[in-house]
């Protein structure tokens, strides 16, 4: 004996192979014929329509000004003496370009030199130049590295 509960879930499932099948089907006629090939004329069209809809609304913002905003780059000061501190740190990198940021790195317990900081230079173009005039150079009695910082 059937319930009506269980009429209904036949008809769903029976509905559903239907719609599978039509599925099955539909893809089965496009994967004979192919994609629909466009001509070089209507691609190139295309992509002049996409320009004109960029241009459009970017219109006066100046987006491809790059030299606008200059990109920072972070680099790690290594083998720091203890007695070295931020302000010391900054003083020694703003000689070579302008900073955004310079911090010595200090144990959270007891506030002493990890030994090592960052110095962010506000252009990144100009980040080589500063490694090679600070590499090796020397700063409160130790010789310092520096490299370009790397994510952990």
Known sequence: MTTPQKRAREAQRDEKQREKS???QEKR???SSGPELTTADQIAGNLRSIDEV????FAGKNVGDRSAAPIPAKLFVGSLSDS???AQLRAHFA?????VE???ITERSTG???NFGFVTVADRKKAAA????THHSELNGSRIVVNVATER
């Open 22 to 24: 039509l599925r099955r």
């Open 29 to 31: 006629q496009m994967g």
């Open 54 to 57: 960029m241009n459009s609304l």
């Open 84 to 86: 070295t501190n931020s």
């Open 95 to 99: 000689e070579h370009a302008e900073l």
């Open 102 to 104: 310079a911090v010595v």
């Open 112 to 114: 002493a030199s990890r």
């Open 130 to 133: 500063v490694i090679d005039a």
